[in-house]
T-cell receptor, first 116, second 116 residues
Framework: AQSVSQHNHHVILSEAASLELGCNYS??????LFWYVQYPGQHLQLLLK??????LVKGIKGFEAEFIKSKFSFNLRKPSVQWSDTAEYFC??????????????FGTGTRLTIIP | SAVISQKPSRDICQRGTSLTIQCQVD?????MFWYRQQPGQSLTLIAT?????????ESGFVIDKFPISRPNLTFSTLTVSNMSPEDSSIYLC?????????????FGPGTRLTVL
C-alpha cells in the first residue's frame, strides 16, 4: 500500500549532536512534502515544506530538509540540536488521489528526545 | 497563517453518548479537514469539509458515526456519535487557506477525548 514511512520511532541525542530523521514515501506523480513538529503540550506546527525548486529547503529553528526524488525521500536535518528540540516530528506528503483531489498523508512520527 | 481554535479542549464522556467538537478559524477558508490521532499513533484523515457541500469521508469513517457540519467559511463541527472507548483520541481540525496558492494545512490545538 502507498504510504509515508518514518523508520526512526524514537531518537535520543545529546545537545549539540547532529540530527537526521528519515522520511520515505511511495506515491508517484506530483507531491508536496512537509515536516510538522509537535512540542510537548502544544499543537502541531509547520516546520518546513517543499513544493518545487531547490530541493534543499530551510525551515524554522535551524531545520532543513532535502528532497531526493530518485529515492522518494525527504529527510529532516539539523546540524546541532538543542534541548528545546525535544518533540514529536511528523513527515507528511500531499499527493493526488484521483479526479483532481489531493490528500495529506502523515508518517507515524518520530519522537526526539534531547538530553541536556 | 490562520489562527484556529477548538472547543472543548478535552472531555471525558460516557459510552453511548455523543460529543460535538467545534472548530473556529479567524479568517475565511475554503477547505477544512478533520483528523484523528489515536494514542501513540499518527494522524488519520476522517473527512474533508468544504462549505456548501457534503463532507467527503475517508475509508473507514462514516457519516452516521462522525457527522460534520460546515455552515460557513470560518466554522465547522464534528460529532462523535454513540461513543465507545475505542473513540478515545485527539481530534484535530485543520484548514487550507487557499488551495490554489499554498496547499499547506494548519492545525488547531486538538480536542482530547476520553470515553469511559
Amino acid at each position: 500500500a502507498q504510504s509515508v514511512s518514518q523508520h526512526n520511532h524514537h531518537v535520543i541525542l545529546s545537545e549539540a549532536a547532529s540530527l537526521e530523521l528519515g522520511c520515505n514515501y511511495s506515491y508517484g506523480g506530483t507531491v508536496n512534502l512537509f515536516w510538522y513538529v509537535q512540542y510537548p503540550g502544544q499543537h502541531l506546527q509547520l516546520l518546513l515544506k517543499y513544493f518545487s525548486g531547490d530541493p534543499l529547503v530551510k525551515g524554522i529553528k535551524g531545520f532543513e530538509a532535502e528532497f531526493i526524488k530518485s529515492k522518494f525521500s525527504f529527510n529532516l536535518r539539523k546540524p546541532s540540536v538543542q534541548w528545546s528540540d525535544t518533540a514529536e516530528y511528523f513527515c507528511a506528503v500531499n499527493h493526488e488521489v484521483g479526479f483532481g483531489n489531493e490528500k495529506l498523508t502523515f508518517g507515524t512520527g518520530t519522537r526526539l528526545t534531547i538530553i541536556p | 497563517s490562520a489562527v484556529i481554535s477548538q472547543k472543548p479542549s478535552r472531555d471525558i464522556c460516557q459510552r453511548g453518548t455523543s460529543l460535538t467538537i467545534q472548530c473556529q478559524v479567524d479568517s475565511q477558508v475554503t477547505m477544512m479537514f478533520w483528523y484523528r490521532q489515536q494514542p501513540g499513533q499518527s494522524l488519520t484523515l476522517i473527512a474533508t469539509a468544504n462549505q456548501g457541500s457534503e463532507a467527503t469521508y475517508e475509508s473507514g469513517f462514516v457519516i452516521d458515526k462522525f457527522p460534520i457540519s460546515r455552515p460557513n467559511l470560518t466554522f465547522s463541527t464534528l460529532t462523535v456519535s454513540n461513543m465507545s472507548p475505542e473513540d478515545s483520541s485527539i481530534y484535530l481540525c485543520s484548514v487550507e487557506e487557499d488551495p490554489y496558492r499554498s496547499d499547506t494545512q494548519y492545525f488547531g490545538p486538538g480536542t482530547r477525548l476520553t470515553v469511559l
